[in-house]
């Protein structure tokens, strides 16, 4: 059984920072590190969209409302996926999710179908 968690949510005022970790676990999850492991987020009314994913060889790729912005990063050792996220607007208001995708893959995974497993999510607030 596979479970991501992630947490670090919270409120924040405009242009503050957090950091959100994902701590992954489960028998099927020993080689974290082959796996592209991506942050998703669902704003209120709004469809799932991608933020950003990280590959096995830490090779990263980001949504255009983002870059620049975020920062995704991942330690294999502790199976943990971080994503640090400074200059927050009102508009990243979501839950945030993490997700894992495939093994061996280029970081380039958009679609929410691309990722089997995903945590519970967590609720980042920012107030402008």
């Known amino acids: 059984q596979v479970q991501l968690v992630e947490s670090g949510g919270g409120l924040v005022q405009a242009g503050g920072s957090l950091r959100l970790s994902c701590a992954a676990s489960?028998?099927?999850?020993?080689?974290?590190?082959?796996?592209?492991m991506g942050w998703f987020r669902q704003g209120p009314g709004k469809e799932r969209e991608f933020v950003g994913a990280?590959?096995?060889?830490?090779?990263?790729y980001y949504s255009d409302p983002v870059k620049g912005r975020f920062t995704i990063s991942r330690d294999n050792a502790k199976k943990t996926v971080y994503l640090q996220m400074i200059s927050l607007k009102p508009e990243d208001t979501a839950v945030y999710y993490c997700?894992?995708?495939?093994?061996w893959g280029s970081g380039r995974h958009v679609g929410t179908h691309e990722y089997d497993e995903w945590g519970q999510g967590t609720q980042v607030t920012v107030s402008s």
């Open positions: 489960g028998r099927t999850f020993s080689t974290f590190s082959h796996y592209v």
């Open positions: 990280i590959s096995w060889n830490g090779r990263q």
């Open positions: 997700a894992r995708g495939p093994v």
